[in-house]
């Protein structure tokens, strides 16, 4: 094999290889505040929105079993109050919060039995202001780092559970205010 044919061989192997380094080493990671703050604000605004929605009078609705078809056999003890509802999920998200090492004074307990629609959508609003904040401190070195005791969770592991903790309810609260003929503003 000659020295140019070698060359353009060598050449041939070299260059792909090379490029892809360049590409892999200059493809951008994406930013992990970014990440987790989007998603928190995208549940952040569906349940907001929604719990704005609902009238003050019916933050104490609950569905009952006289509400479903005759026959259906569905006890509906201990569900919880729209007001319930909502006034958890801020709870939660205060405790997810904690476990980041964030808003460590919260009384969960206290937050659980608001009742009124001014309490409870301020301490939900109050709740995603915090989780913002503390997304926005979650980086490449941290995201995946262990916490806790056992070391079982993460920051990225409790920022991507209030969106999905949010979203679960946002569900339940959307078959509330439906059977109160109230349209749900993402749905609008």
Known sequence: MSLSRFGAALLA?????????????TTEQADPARV??????????????????????????APATGLFAAGQNTEFK???TFAQQVAHVASSNYEYLQGMGFE??????????????AQALQALKDSFAA???AAATITPQNAFEGMGPKKSTTRAGLAAAIAWHTMDHYGQLVIYARMNGIVPPQSR
């Open 104 to 117: 460590k004074d919260k009384d969960f307990a206290a937050i659980e039995k608001l009742t009124t629609k």
């Open 36 to 61: 987790y703050g989007n998603m928190i604000r995208t549940a952040e605004r569906a349940i907001v929105g929604l719990a704005d929605a609902m009238p003050e009078e019916k933050y104490s609705f």
């Open 13 to 25: 192997v070299v260059l792909p290889i090379s490029l892809a380094a360049q590409t892999a080493s």
């Open 131 to 133: 989780a913002e904040k």
């Open 78 to 80: 201990g569900v919880r």
